[in-house]
């Protein structure tokens, strides 16, 4: 995954983040909101960001997963794609 592509799926988690701490349910608002500050960081990093060369599939299929409306499934998936990209 190139720096450019890496960018835009963070942004992508962080408007599912976004969403989750504004509608979801009222337990996982607060998680929610720290991933949500937790994707945006790499979009303060802006050119600094290095690409990432592992975990491009599960990455991706948990930002597929994290756009749809299922808050719970959401943040099942926001939290993996957090690990991965700590683990990176």
Not at 15 to 41: C, N, V, Y
Not at 60 to 78: D, K, Y
């Amino acid at each position: 995954m190139d720096r450019t592509e890496f960018l835009q799926a963070t942004r992508q988690l962080a408007a599912a983040a976004d969403i989750l701490a504004k509608a979801g349910p009222e337990d996982s608002r607060f998680d929610a909101s720290q991933m949500l500050a937790f994707f945006r960081q790499y979009d303060r990093l802006g050119p600094r960001v290095a690409a990432v060369a592992s975990s491009d599939d599960e990455l991706q299929a948990a930002l597929t997963m994290a756009g749809r409306n299922e808050f719970a499934a959401s943040h099942a998936l926001l939290e993996q794609a957090r690990s991965l990209l700590t683990e990176a």
